[in-house]
């Protein structure tokens, strides 16, 4: 079974500055999809950023950037220039291609910004 | 173009009741997958249906859930005899193709079971 794990439960960052929170996973497929997810107070699940393990390309949305290492299985998000309504926890989730079944989401890294 | 729908947003039972979550995907998508999220968890997945086809049900619960999504109208998730258990926020989420394409999520429903 694959599992995904995030083993920051908090971080926190000062307004403007860069900060990384870190992801892990363990599957055995070779083709699958990395994602990022953010959960503001409203709980509203909100898509970060995407990632197909078959590209060697690190995705980028804006500020958001993923640093994909498909052998260490690692899948850090780097969020620049960070902003007050960044506040949130991320959730890192993962899928195989081609499969009948949902994402597998790790624990959450709840993300403090500072003024 | 509207997002995930799910009602209620908040919905409290009492033990022995039946609670019922509603969930209308995104226009132009028939595919819908019903997560639950415990009190400082992430999501866990349950369901996974298409148009009147339940395709993976490997993380619901055996004994009182139960999931449908049919031709017309909104996916229900239904929960018989809820137990405290239960309570927890339940997110619904819809793709255009399946196993290919980005999930994207409703606003969920907070289930108390009282």
């Known amino acids: ?115 | 173009n509207a997002g995930v729908m799910q009602n209620p947003r908040h919905l409290v039972r009492r033990r022995g009741q039946e609670a019922r979550l509603r969930c209308s995907p995104m226009k132009g998508h028939s595919h819908v997958y019903w997560y639950r999220q415990l009190p400082e968890e992430g999501l866990k997945f349950m369901v996974y249906l298409q148009k009147e086809n339940i395709i993976d049900e490997s993380g619901m619960p055996k004994e009182r859930f139960s999931a449908e999504f049919p031709k017309e109208g909104p996916s229900i998730l239904r929960i018989q005899q809820v137990v405290r258990g239960d309570s927890a926020a339940y997110f619904c989420a819809s793709s255009q193709q399946g196993a290919i394409d980005t999930q994207y999520f409703g606003p969920g429903t907070r289930l108390t079971v009282l």
């Open chain 1, 1 to 115: 079974a694959q599992t995904v794990t995030q083993s920051q439960p908090e971080m926190s960052v000062q307004e403007a500055e860069t900060v990384t929170l870190s992801c892990t996973y363990d599957t055995s497929e070779s083709d699958y999809y990395l994602f990022w997810y953010k959960q503001p107070p409203s709980r509203q699940m909100i898509l970060v950023i995407r990632q197909e393990a078959y590209k060697q390309q690190n995705a980028t949305e804006n500020r958001f950037s993923v640093n994909f290492q498909k052998a260490a299985k690692s899948f850090s998000l780097k969020i620049s220039d960070s902003q007050l309504g960044d506040a949130a926890m991320y959730f890192c989730a993962y899928r195989r291609a081609g499969g009948a079944d949902g994402l597998t989401f790790g624990k959450g890294t709840h993300l403090i910004i500072q003024p």
